[in-house]
C-alpha cells in the first residue's frame, strides 16, 4: 500500500502531492492518505477521475482516507 | 467515522462565487464617490444621508456581498454540503442585492425617501433566499463543527439584522412612528456584532490554521466563543426596550461583548505568531491589521463608556475602526487568498490533461506585490478615517483611499479572471 502524509501542508500542497501519488498507483493498489482536515473538495476530483475512496476520522483529530480505483461495471 | 466515497457534485461553479467578488470593488467605489458628493464632511456625522448611503455600499454591496458569495463556496469544502440549486440562487441573491442597494443609496441621495419600499423588498428577496437556502444547506450537513455553528448562528442574527432594517426603511419610507435610534441600534448590534463578526469567527478557525500554517484555535474558543457572543447580543437587545434599568447592566453587557471580541482577536493574533512557515504575506498582514482594529474599535467602545462626555466622538471612531479597519481588512485579505485558490483548483480539477499541459502556481495568479500596495493604502485610509470626523481635507484623503482600494481590488480581480480565462482556453486547446 502506497502512503502519502499531507498533515500540516497549506493549500493546494496536499491536493498536488495526493494527485501525484495517484499517478503513480498501480490498478489493484490502494492509496493511504493522512490529512489534518476533511478534503471535501478533493472527493469531486476523485470521483471525477474514476476513484472510489474510504474516510475515516482519526482520534487524534486527523483524517485517513483510502484510495482505490473505481471497479469497472 | 467512516464515509462512503459517493458524494454529490460539491464545489459550485467558480462563477458563483467570482460575481460577487467582482462586484464587490465596484461598490467601494461608489461608496467613495457617494462621500465625496455630500458636500459637507460625511464623517463628521454618520447619521447624514449620504454617510448612511456609503455606509450601506461598503456594509452591503461589499462586505455582504463577499460574504454572501463566500458562505456559497465555503459551504461544501468546510461541512461537505452545497447549497441547494447553486446557479438559481446564486442569480437571485446577486441581482436583486446589486438593485437594492443602488435604490437605497439613491433613496438617501435624492431624498425620495418612497425609493426605499423598493430597495427593501428587493434586499429582502435577495437575503430571504440567501438565509433559507444557507439555512437548508446547514441543515443538510453531516458534519459536525465549530464553523457550522458560528455559521448558523451569523445567519441567525443576518435574518434579524435583514428584519430590523426592512422596518426601518418602510419606516421611512411611510413616515411610520417608530422608535428608530431603538431600532437602528438593534438592526446594528445585529448586523456587526452578530452576522459579520460571528461569520469571521466561523472562516477564521478553518482559514487561519489552513492558509497561515497556525495551530488550531484551542478546543475552549471554538466551542464556546461563537455561542457566547450571540448570546450576549441577545442580552443586550433583551435590555435595549427597558430605560428604566440600571445602567450598570448595559455597561456590563457591553463590556463582556468586546471582551468576548478582544479574546478573539488576541488569540487569533497569538496563532498568527506561531505559524510553522514565518514568510512575510501580504493576506495575514490584511488579518493581522483587522485583528488590531477589532482591538482598537473595542477601546474606544469601552472608552466611550467610561467618559460618556466624549461618547459621540469615541463611538464614531469605534464605528470607523470596526468597519474600515477590522471587517474591511479581514475581507480584502480573505479574497487575496481565496480567489487564487479558487482559481487554482478549479482549473486542477481539469485532471491530467490540465496538469500536463500547466496549471499556473497559486502564488503566481495575482501578483504579490500588488497585494503588498493594497495593503499599505488599506493602512493609510484607516489611519485617515480616524482622523477625518475633525478634518474636511483628511476626509477628502480617506474617500480617495477608498476610491484608490476599489480600482486596485477591482483590477486585481480581474486579472485573476483573466488568468483563469488564458489557462482554461490553452487546456482546451491542448
Given at each position: 500500500m ?10 493546494p ?10 499517478q ?39 483524517f ?10 | ?12 461553479p ?42 450601506h455600499?461598503?456594509t ?15 459551504l ?20 436583486p ?9 439613491a ?96 472562516v ?78 501580504a ?27 466624549y461618547?459621540?466622538?469615541?463611538r ?14 479581514l ?52 489611519l ?47
Amino acid at each position: 500500500m502506497q502512503q502519502v502524509d499531507v498533515r500540516g501542508l497549506p493549500p493546494p500542497e496536499p491536493f498536488i502531492n495526493i494527485n501525484a501519488a495517484l499517478q503513480t498507483l498501480a490498478a489493484n493498489d490502494t492509496l493511504k492518505v493522512l490529512i489534518h482536515r476533511e478534503p471535501y473538495p478533493l472527493y469531486d476530483l476523485l470521483r471525477d477521475s474514476g476513484y472510489q475512496w474510504q474516510t475515516t476520522a482519526l482520534t487524534d483529530g486527523n483524517f485517513e482516507i483510502l484510495i482505490t480505483r473505481a471497479l469497472c461495471k | 467515522m467512516q464515509i462512503a466515497s459517493l458524494s454529490t457534485e460539491q464545489a459550485p461553479p467558480i462563477s458563483v462565487p467570482l460575481r460577487y467578488f467582482a462586484a464587490a470593488p465596484v461598490f467601494l467605489i461608489f461608496s467613495a464617490l457617494l462621500l465625496a458628493l455630500s458636500g459637507s464632511n460625511p464623517f463628521a456625522d454618520l447619521r447624514s444621508g449620504a454617510q448612511i448611503a456609503a455606509t450601506h455600499h461598503i456594509t452591503l454591496g461589499v462586505m455582504a456581498m463577499v460574504m454572501l458569495g463566500a458562505i456559497q463556496q465555503m459551504l461544501p469544502v468546510v461541512i461537505g454540503s452545497p447549497m441547494p440549486a447553486s446557479r438559481i440562487v446564486a442569480w437571485l441573491t446577486f441581482l436583486p442585492l446589486i438593485a437594492g442597494v443602488l435604490l437605497f443609496s439613491a433613496s438617501f441621495m435624492l431624498g425620495k425617501m418612497f425609493m426605499l419600499d423598493w430597495a427593501w423588498t428587493l434586499l429582502g428577496l435577495s437575503f430571504l433566499i440567501f438565509i433559507a437556502a444557507s439555512l437548508l444547506s446547514l441543515w443538510r450537513a453531516t458534519a459536525q463543527n465549530a464553523t457550522k455553528t458560528a455559521i448558523f448562528l451569523s445567519i441567525i442574527s443576518l435574518a434579524g439584522a435583514v428584519s430590523l432594517g426592512l422596518l426601518l426603511a418602510h419606516g421611512y419610507a411611510a413616515g411610520l412612528p417608530l422608535s428608530y435610534p431603538l431600532l437602528a441600534t438593534a438592526h446594528i448590534s445585529l448586523a456587526l456584532g452578530g452576522w459579520v463578526l460571528l461569520l469571521i469567527i466561523g472562516v477564521s478557525y478553518q482559514v487561519v490554521p489552513m492558509f497561515q500554517l497556525t495551530p488550531n484555535y484551542p478546543k475552549w474558543m471554538t466551542s464556546a466563543l461563537a455561542p457566547a457572543l450571540f448570546i450576549v447580543l441577545l442580552l443586550k437587545l433583551g435590555l435595549l426596550p427597558f430605560e428604566t434599568m440600571p445602567s450598570w447592566s448595559g455597561f456590563f453587557v457591553e463590556c463582556l461583548f468586546w471582551l468576548l471580541a478582544c479574546s478573539f482577536a488576541v488569540i487569533t493574533l497569538k496563532l498568527q505568531s506561531q505559524r510553522r512557515r514565518r514568510v512575510p504575506d501580504a493576506p495575514l498582514s490584511f488579518f493581522r491589521l483587522g485583528m488590531a482594529s477589532l482591538l482598537l474599535a473595542a477601546i474606544f467602545s469601552l472608552a466611550a463608556l467610561i467618559w460618556p462626555q466624549y461618547s459621540d466622538n469615541l463611538r464614531t471612531l469605534s464605528a470607523l475602526a470596526y468597519i474600515l479597519g477590522f471587517a474591511l481588512s479581514l475581507i480584502q485579505g480573505m479574497l487575496y487568498k481565496i480567489v487564487p485558490f479558487l482559481i487554482w483548483f478549479h482549473l486542477f480539477r481539469g485532471g491530467i490533461k490540465a496538469i500536463k499541459a500547466g496549471v499556473p502556481n497559486m502564488k503566481e495568479i495575482i501578483p504579490e506585490p500588488l497585494m503588498w500596495r493594497h495593503l499599505w493604502l488599506q493602512c493609510a485610509t484607516l489611519l485617515t478615517a480616524l482622523m477625518a470626523p475633525w478634518s474636511t481635507e483628511v476626509a477628502y484623503l480617506t474617500m480617495l483611499g477608498l476610491l484608490l482600494q476599489g480600482i486596485l481590488l477591482a483590477y486585481a480581480i480581474y486579472i485573476g479572471i483573466r488568468v483563469y480565462r488564458h489557462t482554461l482556453k490553452r487546456l482546451m486547446q491542448a
